[in-house]
């Protein structure tokens, strides 16, 4: 069959959405009230690390399956994935940490101090013990939708500002938050970023520091940049970081190592997440309204695995995909 | 029969709100232990101007049914504190306030000066505070005298889960005032550690990472509301006295057994 869908919002879930389709033969129009992807998104502001692993410490089962599509739907369709694993530490007095973190989760190796030198050199002699996930990947965000944007483009879909969609079309809704007004069970989760510059220090690969209160990662975004993050808060505030937050941020990385001390703050990003409660994402049919939303922190990690279910749906409806939450209606 | 400010509640777990995994399962946390008490932060969830950037969430946890206990978690100061307290009243329309007033960022200890001085201005205003305070009698003679009519002292520093960490201490503020409903606030890390409180005859039990942070939430705040039931049962039965020798329950005839 024929799919010709209109997709609202360029963020992450839009052009994975878009690109998904296109691949398959539909075609589709893109339109965003603020025009391409930028810092009006939230998927702007994500760390990018496909970390299916290590974010099953605290979500659901679902993320860690579906999160295992992302390194290879990122590689076919932007490219620019680091597979370089994911290296997770705790201070000493937060041995427990680790040890907490490394009974919830799978898929790693522990490292002992010279297995830690050998990936990364700059934290030599400062952790004795760590956790090693080999199988995890990073990437960086902004590149990544301006890859599928650039895809796009090629393929002669446009993103075009605006908020007026083709009434001949499936509408896909992927406005994140903003679709609040359609979705009541949608709320903000606030977080918080830095981009640093720190050419002292060198990483390979994304480094995740536990602290019961104060979780902090760091990933590598080349030429010494690093985007550090990020903190959770349950507030849908978006654009106003607090002192607290950069205060707890830093003193995470300093932490990590003193030479972050001396760090250039490059950016300061700040938005809320769009999550359902349960803090998976959904499929939601409504009329020939296809919703995909709340993502959460994982709008890199899980967007392709929805991209996809969406794509099942549209190209075949009476597929039911699991993450899809409503009735099929009547068409 | 103690209670609080005049309302008995159904269970005697008191159950936070934050760090779960997700609002669902917090929900599912509440349910499996039908816990009688949500304490809910406020401080850096308001957001600016207006304040009501965490409403969402707050909704949320209305809409669990549990009653709510605001608290000024992250205050450092009196105004702070004071401030707080009066956004909560606002928002959960509940005259009901826990009264934090930390006085390090790393020990999270209470800053029990700033603590009584808090308690003062709010009582006077009408808020029925639970303050969070050390085991110190003597602070708990002046928050007494502030016009709080429950106290909330430690187990042990928060998050730490180490249990109650000062038994004699914590005796010692049980028998000073019998007559005053006292709820173990923080450090309770297992079940037994809830059950015991509940034995030495405390009130009640709030908690929060024991549960948001175990593997299984939901089970774990179902074995924490069994634990306070438990130990509650046992401390009401009057528990038999602990002696250093065996005590055999049949007399030992013909032994010299005094020797």
Redesign the interface.
């Known amino acids: 069959m024929s799919v010709r869908a209109t997709i609202l919002g360029a963020g992450v879930a839009g052009l994975t959405v878009a690109s998904e389709i296109v691949a398959r033969g539909g075609r589709v129009e893109i339109i965003d009230r603020a025009g391409p992807p930028g810092p009006h998104g939230c998927s702007w502001w994500a760390g990018g690390m496909l970390a299916p692993w290590c974010e099953a410490e605290s979500a659901e089962e679902p993320v860690l399956r579906l999160g295992q599509e992302a390194i290879g739907w990122w590689e076919r369709h932007a490219g620019g994935v680091t597979r370089a694993g994911t290296l997770v530490l705790a201070l000493s007095r937060d041995g427990g940490e680790l040890e907490r973190f490394a009974r919830r989760t799978s898929g790693h190796e522990r490292l002992d101090a010279p297995g830690i030198a050998a990936l990364e050199p700059d934290l030599s002699g400062r952790f004795r013990r760590a956790l090693f996930y080999p199988g995890e990947g990073h990437l960086a965000p902004r590149a990544a939708l301006d890859a599928l944007r650039a895809r796009l483009e090629a393929a002669g879909v446009e993103i075009r500002r605006g908020t007026a969609p083709d009434p001949a079309t499936t509408l896909i809704d992927c406005r994140g938050l903003a679709a609040r007004d359609a979705l009541p069970d949608l709320r903000g989760v606030k977080g918080e970023m830095l981009v640093l510059r720190c050419p002292d220090v060198s990483l390979s690969r994304p480094v995740r520091l536990l602290h019961p209160r104060i979780p902090l990662y760091i990933v590598p975004r080349g030429d010494g940049v690093y985007m550090l993050g990020a903190t959770s808060i349950e507030s849908a505030e978006r654009g106003r970081i607090t002192a607290r937050s950069m205060l707890e941020l830093l003193s995470a990385a300093y932490a990590l190592h003193p030479a972050f001390g001396e760090a250039e703050i490059l950016e300061i990003g700040v938005d809320a997440r769009p999550a359902f409660p349960d803090n998976l994402p959904r499929l939601r049919r409504r009329g020939d309204t296809l919703f995909v939303n709340g993502l959460y922190r994982h709008g890199f990690l899980l967007s392709p695995a929805m991209a996809r279910m969406a794509a099942d749906h549209l190209f075949h409806t009476e597929t039911r995909p699991e993450m899809m939450d409503e009735d099929l209606p009547q068409r | 029969m103690r209670t609080f400010y005049g309302e008995t509640l159904e269970s005697r777990l008191m159950l936070g709100t934050a760090q779960y ?5 917090m ?1 599912e946390a509440f349910r499996a232990s039908g816990a009688g008490v949500a304490t809910v932060s406020l401080r ?5 101007p207006g304040g009501l ?5 707050w909704a ?1 946890v209305e809409g669990m049914g549990t009653r709510i206990l605001p608290n000024t978690a992250g205050c450092h100061t009196v105004k702070e504190a004071v401030t707080t307290a009066h956004m909560a009243r606002e928002m959960f329309g509940t005259p009901w306030v826990k009264l934090e007033v930390i006085g390090h960022t790393d020990t999270l200890q209470p800053d029990v000066f700033a603590l009584v001085e808090a308690a003062e201005i709010l009582t006077a205003e009408g808020f029925r505070v639970f303050p969070y305070t050390t085991e110190d009698l003597v602070v708990a003679e002046r928050l007494l005298a502030a016009g709080c009519e429950v106290l909330m002292p430690w187990g042990a520093p928060i ?1 730490s889960g180490l249990g109650l960490s000062n038994l004699p201490g914590l005796r010692a503020l049980r028998a000073q005032f019998p007559e005053v409903p006292m709820v173990i606030d923080a450090g309770i890390g297992l079940p037994s550690h809830a059950a015991q409180a509940m034995e030495m005859g405390y009130d009640a039990v709030l908690l929060n ?1 024991a549960v948001a ?1 175990a ?1 299984d939430p939901a089970a774990m705040a179902r074995a924490m509301a069994l634990a306070v039931e438990a130990g509650r049962a046992a401390f009401a039965a009057d528990p038999m006295e602990p002696r250093d020798m065996a005590a055999p329950s049949t007399p030992l005839i013909g032994r010299a057994f005094l020797a």
Do not use: H, W
């Open positions: 995994p997700s609002p669902a399962i929900a850096r969830e308001a957001g600016g950037a965490g409403q969402d969430f949320l998050g990472t942070k593997g």
